[in-house]
């Protein structure tokens, strides 16, 4: 058996729902091996971030280079990068590695607002990192930072994944968590040619803590395994929708997501059909 692997370069989320924490729960539970790269240690839980302590860009660099080196990856995704000077870092490193797909998640700020991004940093995830990635995965904060564009429909939404596009992404996805329809939610892929609708029911609640790293990581989890961009959002959707329906009530803020959801779901799927 061939064992796949998957890099995540990203913050650590002391309470354990979102940053690498979240990833490798995720690359876990859809079976890759994972591995990770810490840009930045965050003091979290529920309730929000109460302390920020970034890594050098030497130390993240020196991380990178050790699992090129040695055991390389079929996929990565970036999450929490914080600085202009550890983007330029990360970008180097996959470059010099020649790593194809990457997912890029652009995190700016966490539920509670604390910044995981300087503002000066997103020059340099425009010029030095976006150019590389074969998915982005921005929500529509950030994609609107991205774009210096205001998205309220659709419309907005096709016109920023396109503009987003032209930076030399491969394949866009704005996802819809943030839209003001409280029924429905849409997550948009847009590959250069196509528009994609992924749309689902809304569910109410508010543990929602880490759904942006939970859905990047699902889809580096099935490009690290060889399925397409297509299907891999797909079933990240379905991941994510599965672990935020089964939640956990975990903290007294906003909780995280159960990421044993979805092959829980499965398996119980499997049970009555067999
Ligand atoms: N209340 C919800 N019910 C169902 N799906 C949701 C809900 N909120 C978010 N999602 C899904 O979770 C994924 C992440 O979406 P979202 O736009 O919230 O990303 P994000 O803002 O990066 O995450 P976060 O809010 O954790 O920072 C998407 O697939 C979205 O459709
Ligand atoms: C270390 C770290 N990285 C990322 C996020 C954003 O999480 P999300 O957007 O998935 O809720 C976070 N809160 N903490």
Redo the contacts with the bound molecule.
């Keep these: 058996m061939k064992v796949r692997k998957a890099l995540t370069i ?4 002391s309470g354990g729902g ?2 690498i924490q ?1 990833d490798l729960k995720t690359f876990q539970e859809l079976g890759v091996f994972g591995m990770s790269a810490l840009t930045a240690v ?1 003091a ?1 839980n529920t309730l929000g ?1 109460h302390g920020v302590y970034p890594m050098t860009a030497a130390a993240v660099e020196a991380q990178i280079e050790a699992i090129g080196q040695d055991m390389g990856t079929d996929a990565l995704k970036t ?2 990068l914080f600085s202009g000077e550890i983007i330029q870092s990360v970008a180097k490193k996959i470059e010099e590695f020649g790593w194809k797909k990457v997912v890029i998640d652009p ?1 700016m700020v ?2 509670g607002g604390a910044s ?1 991004l300087r503002e000066e940093a997103i020059r340099a995830m425009k010029e030095f990192l976006l150019p590389l990635a074969m998915v982005i995965t921005p929500n529509i904060p950030e994609a609107e930072v991205l774009t210096n564009m205001l998205i309220q429909s659709i419309d907005d939404r096709k016109r920023a994944a396109k503009k987003l596009y032209e930076l030399g992404v491969k394949n866009v996805v704005i996802k819809g968590g943030h839209s003001d329809n409280e029924e429905t939610l849409i997550d948009l892929l847009y590959d250069g040619r196509d528009f994609l609708y992924f749309t689902s029911r809304r569910i109410p609640t508010k543990n929602t ?6 859905f990047a990581a699902a889809v580096t989890a099935e490009l690290a395994k060889g399925q397409g961009v297509k299907e891999a959002v797909e079933l990240a959707v379905n991941y994510v929708h599965a672990a935020i329906e089964m939640d956990l009530q975990i903290g007294k803020g906003h909780g995280p997501t159960n990421h044993w959801a979805f092959k829980r779901k499965e398996a119980a799927a499997d049970a009555i059909y067999k």
């Design positions: 990203a913050g650590s989320d979102a940053g979240a965050t979290q971030v999450g929490m995190v966490a539920k995981l803590h880490g759904t942006g790293c939970t």
